[in-house]
């Protein structure tokens, strides 16, 4: 029994030396689990970066709604061509037509207006000013009507189509999404018919938007994105040579070498709010 109470008291010694006294109640109120996040949730804000752009936090946002394979396959391109560009898995959000798991990319959730609604916020509670944004969105495009308080009666807007029987998303609400954000940079880049639309919508200061079309233009097949996320691995497309291949470049290249846009097919649109070259990786 002396024995015990000598090795109590040196354990207590050794513990008080270090800083770490005992805490008689850490067994009985251990601390509790966070809870399950929702689709979108991801890590508090960290620290702001440096001025420094190489320094800078990038972000993704990948929508799909439809769930053709053509679309999956434009998905799974883009998520490894931002991984290959540095983007962090935990910093790309995915939302497609079937909202499961996918063996190509690590989908969020399906992408309705109630998901894309949460990653929006999700994205507005963890970016800043310093950050890097990357959108993208593919699926079938089309126009509609709509009425708009404050914007003179009915407007002709391009949409994204979405899931089951929800109202297609469009171009004005897509653009007010991303305007509450705070970022440093923004490329945009739409591939769905009629996707000029969007484009022009979102298009603004410290951004570059590009589509595969005008706004009153379908995009045939899938061959702008295809040809366009490709180039940024072909020395080809680096067109001053410098090692590395822009976002401007990548998209110059693809006006010559897509086949559908070569063709006259598809007229692909950029809007360049920002002087310097921007680069993904």
């Given at each position: 029994?002396?024995?015990?109470?000598?090795?109590i008291?040196?354990?207590?010694?050794?513990?008080?030396?270090?800083?770490?006294?005992?805490?008689?109640?850490?067994?009985?109120?251990?601390?509790?689990?966070?809870?399950?996040?929702?689709?979108?949730?991801?890590?508090?804000?960290?620290?702001?970066?440096?001025?420094?752009?190489?320094?800078?936090?990038k972000?993704?946002?990948?929508?799909?709604?439809?769930?053709?394979?053509?679309?999956?396959?434009?998905?799974?391109?883009?998520?490894?061509?931002?991984?290959?560009?540095?983007?962090?898995?935990?910093?790309?959000?995915?939302?497609?037509?079937?909202?499961?798991?996918?063996?190509?990319?690590?989908?969020?959730?399906?992408?309705?207006?109630?998901?894309?609604?949460?990653?929006?916020?999700?994205?507005?509670?963890?970016?800043?000013?310093?950050?890097?944004?990357?959108?993208?969105?593919t699926?079938?495009?089309?126009?509609?009507?709509?009425?708009?308080?404050?914007?003179?009666?009915?407007?002709k807007?391009?949409?994204?189509?979405?899931?089951?029987?929800?109202?297609?998303?469009?171009?004005?609400?897509?653009?007010?999404y991303?305007?509450?954000?705070?970022?440093?940079?923004?490329?945009?880049?739409?591939?769905?018919c009629?996707?000029?639309?969007?484009?022009?919508?979102?298009?603004?200061?410290?951004?570059?938007?590009?589509?595969?079309?005008?706004?009153?233009?379908?995009?045939?097949?899938?061959?702008?994105?295809?040809t366009?996320f490709?180039?940024?691995?072909?020395?080809?497309?680096?067109?001053?040579?410098?090692?590395?291949?822009?976002?401007?470049?990548?998209?110059?290249?693809?006006?010559?070498?897509?086949?559908?846009?070569?063709?006259?097919?598809?007229?692909?649109?950029?809007?360049?709010?920002?002087?310097?070259?921007?680069?993904?990786?």
């Open positions: 029994m002396f024995a015990r109470k000598i090795a008291v040196l354990l207590a010694f050794v513990l008080l030396a270090c800083g770490q006294a005992p805490d008689p109640k850490a067994k009985l109120n251990p601390k509790p689990k966070p809870p399950e996040s929702s689709v979108g949730l991801r890590p508090e804000k960290e620290a702001a970066p440096s001025d420094s752009f190489s320094s800078a936090r972000f993704a946002f990948l929508i799909s709604g439809n769930t053709e394979e053509r679309h999956e396959k434009n998905l799974a391109l883009v998520y490894k061509t931002l991984l290959w560009c540095g983007f962090g898995k935990e910093n790309i959000y995915i939302l497609d037509g079937e909202g499961r798991k996918n063996s190509r990319y690590a989908v969020d959730g399906r992408a309705n207006r109630k998901n894309i609604r949460a990653v929006f916020t999700d994205l507005q509670r963890r970016m800043n000013d310093g950050d890097f944004l990357f959108i993208y969105t699926d079938h495009g089309g126009r509609d009507m709509r009425t708009f308080p404050g914007r003179g009666g009915l407007i807007v391009s949409t994204l189509s979405l899931p089951g029987s929800e109202k297609d998303l469009d171009e004005i609400e897509f653009a007010e991303v305007d509450r954000l705070k970022f440093r940079i923004g490329v945009f880049v739409f591939d769905q009629l996707s000029g639309g969007f484009a022009e919508r979102a298009a603004g200061r410290n951004r570059i938007t590009i589509s595969a079309c005008k706004r009153d233009e379908d995009s045939d097949d899938n061959t702008f994105p295809q366009f490709k180039s940024f691995r072909l020395k080809a497309a680096d067109l001053n040579k410098d090692g590395r291949v822009s976002v401007r470049e990548a998209f110059l290249y693809t006006l010559k070498n897509d086949r559908n846009t070569v063709k006259g097919k598809q007229t692909p649109q950029i809007f360049q709010g920002i002087e310097s070259e921007v680069f993904l990786k």
